[in-house]
């Protein structure tokens, strides 16, 4: 009677062995795939790649911020949107905050972002950042041009009137000047900023991390993760078994 229980009870572990190893196979195929991509992650430029897909992005709750303002500057845009402001659709690097005016002053750009202002090329290049500490005025509300082509800004605390190499702000009385405030955006450029901005929201690796850690569905993902590594488990001591069971 012995031998027959043990055929038994190796053809029914057996049975069992296959079954965990078919409904195991996809979760350790995704993890397999997702650690190695990770481990070369950034020689791959997976940090600087970003999903695009519409539904991954509402899954992840990458909304979009208020309003999209901007200032035209003939043919061009400077404008903001969450923070991140853009000359026309490109996002210009390391500049972020509520952009308060720009205006085109000889062949500079002067673009008033929080309380600093930034110099572009007419290309929209970054040419200098001008803070407090070069006398930029704090609480910076809008940029101007007056007759004589010299830099107006207006701030909490009233006007100011840049020299000609912007290194010196002198408080002055308000005067007439043409004013470069933010105004709602065009609405194809207002959807294109949309489509970058979404699209810079979730990037490939942070996607790996949370499909290898199961975290893309939350704490059941977590859950099913610990399951299949159990499984896992299960399937090594029920092969060694059968292994030595064959012996």
């Known amino acids: ?33 997702s650690g190695l991509l990770l481990n070369h992650s950034h020689r791959l430029g997976l940090d600087q790649s970003y999903v695009q897909s519409s539904w991954l992005l509402d899954w992840y ?69 001008l803070g407090k500490s070069h ?29 000609g190499e912007l290194s010196q702000w002198q408080r002055v009385a308000p005067r007439p ?11 194809a450029l207002r959807t294109e900023l949309i489509r970058q901005y979404r699209g810079r929201g979730l990037s490939v690796e942070r996607l790996l991390v949370d499909l290898h850690g199961g975290r893309i569905l939350g704490a059941f993902g977590v859950w099913l993760v610990d399951l299949t590594a159990v499984v896992c488990l299960g399937l090594a001591v029920s092969g060694l078994w059968l292994w030595s069971r064959r012996r």
């Open 1 to 33: 009677m012995t031998p027959r229980r043990h055929r038994i009870t190796n053809r029914t572990l057996g049975a069992w062995h296959r079954r965990l190893g078919l409904g195991a196979a996809v979760f350790l195929i995704l993890l397999i795939a």
């Open 135 to 163: 006398g930029v005025p704090d609480g910076l509300r809008a940029l101007g041009v007056d007759r004589a082509a010299r830099l107006v800004a207006q701030t909490a605390h009233g006007f100011y009137l840049a020299d």
């Open 61 to 129: 709750g990458i909304q979009l911020p208020g309003e999209t303002r901007g200032v035209a500057l003939g043919v061009h845009w400077l404008s903001e949107l969450g923070g991140r402001v853009y000359f026309n659709a490109r996002e210009l690097p390391g500049v972020r905050g509520r952009l308060n005016g720009a205006v085109l002053r000889e062949d500079t750009i002067a673009v008033a972002v929080g309380d600093d202002v930034w110099l572009l090329t007419p290309a929209g290049d970054i040419i200098e950042r």
């Open 177 to 187: 000047a043409v004013w470069g405030r933010p105004v709602a955006v065009p609405a």
